[in-house]
């Protein structure tokens, strides 16, 4: 952030009195420009016992498989957000279901959720930001051409936890930080 968004004078960054860490504040106009993390809300769309993922046809990660996710947007909540992403990116309607997990990405700015979500058809397409969208067995996951560390240990824990039998009942949501030195 350049400029204020109230007066478009230029920020300066400086630690504000009765705060600990550096702001965006705006000389000119007095106003304080906080900046915090960005909400990434998805779904993993089941069919059967066949999981579905798209594509990505953007940047990062062109040309990498995710489950269907992108930014929360203002005035919805986390599971509107997740179905509202995988009918977009993946052309697929879903029951939402809970929050299967949690996953603290620090270093990229970013929180992201992935709620477990049941498809009544195996009808979907791809939507402008995916190359492709397939429904995949347990065993036919590109898990070399996943497209982030979320979305691999997200598939990682619910193949686990679908074969203990974890899922029908009650459980607990997964969740962990990633760190910047993770790789696919
Ligand atoms: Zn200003």
Not at 4 to 22: G, Q
Not at 141 to 158: M, S
Request: hydrophobic share 40%.
């Amino acid at each position: 952030m350049k400029f204020c968004p109230n007066c478009a004078a230029i920020l300066t960054i400086k630690i504000p009195a009765d705060d600990s860490r550096e702001r965006h504040v705006c000389e000119a106009c007095g106003s304080i420009h906080y900046q915090n993390p960005r909400n990434v809300v998805g779904s993993i769309p089941v069919y059967g016992d066949q999981v579905l993922l798209c594509r990505r046809a953007i940047e990062p990660r062109h040309g990498y498989w995710t489950l269907p996710a992108g930014f929360m947007e203002l005035g919805e909540s986390t599971s509107h957000g997740a179905a509202r992403e995988t009918l977009e990116e993946a052309g697929a309607v879903v029951r939402v279901g809970p929050l299967y997990s949690l996953l603290n990405v620090p270093h990229a700015e970013q929180v992201h959720m992935f709620y477990l979500a049941t498809m009544a058809y195996p009808e979907f397409s791809a939507g402008e930001e995916s190359l492709e969208v397939a429904l995949f067995h347990e065993h036919e996951i590109p898990w070399g051409e996943l497209a982030f560390p979320t979305v691999k240990q997200t598939l990682e824990w619910f193949f686990a936890d679908r074969a203990a039998g974890v899922l029908s009942g009650e459980f607990h949501v997964r969740s962990r930080d990633v760190l910047p030195s993770e790789r696919i």
